[in-house]
């Protein structure tokens, strides 16, 4: 894969971005497009507050190849949260998360933003090896279950 771009979803590309989907393997890892999308749509409270869903998806080469969402540096999130990336089952072990990841932490230094947490499952087929050779380091903390990871640019 050459060209990684992160885009907003619109009306001409929904479609595509629906249909999305993992490996059977990990569906358990990784909620569908549809779940990630209704909770940008109606975003949970921490301490009474709302977090700021930024979501694009993910095109390669000109095809839509899969989603990102974050929770944005709010009054309810002081770090950056992210909270989903999924690349479609057709397009993986290609390099675009890795490249997926390049832009998202672009997005967060744009804003100004010094760092970024996520969280993962330690189940099979886990995305730990992603993050874990991106940068992220472990926290020792867990997240509703879930590793927590810092990654500190």
Known sequence: V???????ITRENL???????THKSQERLASPVLVSLSDALIPELIDG???VPWFRTVVADGAVAGFVMLSMTSAADPVPFLWRLMIDRRFQRRGIGTKV????????KRRGDTEMLTSWSEARGTPAPLYLGYGFERTGR???GEV???LVF
């Open 101 to 108: 990841l390049d832009l998202v932490v672009a997005e967060c």
């Open 15 to 21: 479609r595509a971005v629906r249909s999305l989907a």
């Open 2 to 8: 050459e060209h990684v771009e992160l885009a907003e």
């Open 142 to 144: 867990l997240d509703e």
């Open 49 to 51: 507050q709302p977090v």
């Open 148 to 150: 927590e990871a810092r």
